[in-house]
Nanobody, 114 residues
Framework: QVQLVESGGGLVQAGGSLRLSCAAS????????MGWYRQAPGKQRELVAI???????NYADSVKGRFTISRDNAKNTVYLQMNSLKPEDTAVYYC????????WGQGTQVTVSS
């Protein structure tokens, strides 16, 4: 079993920055990809960014050039640096870690005010 714990969400003005962190514990040695999804009110959950254990990354078009995903494999931790935040980035952000199954964190709220 893997547990994912997110931190770093909060309230920020448009144009500001936030850094999310997600630490995996438990049977985390089997995790390959880690990443972030988000869900805004009334919308479907969507992929934000994902990174493999080898460092390959993929981003949603809406965040390219503004968000950067990284990970520390030794710490089983993934980060999401979010710059130039926009009100439309407001959502609950969920960390995921995948091995043979996908594990989800509990989510952290990010609110961007205009």
């Amino acid at each position: 079993q893997v547990q994912l714990v997110e931190s770093g969400g909060g309230l920020v003005q448009a144009g500001g920055s936030l850094r999310l962190s997600c630490a995996a514990s438990g049977s985390a040695f089997g995790i390959n990809a880690m990443g972030w999804y988000r869900q805004a009110p009334g919308k479907q959950r969507e992929l934000v960014a994902i990174i493999t254990s080898g460092g390959s990354t993929n981003y949603a078009d809406s965040v390219k050039g503004r968000f950067t995903i990284s990970r520390d494999n030794a710490k089983n931790t993934v980060y999401l640096q979010m710059n130039s935040l926009k009100p439309e980035d407001t959502a609950v952000y969920y960390c995921i870690g995948s091995s043979s199954i996908v594990y989800w964190g509990q989510g952290t709220q990010v609110t961007v005010s205009s």
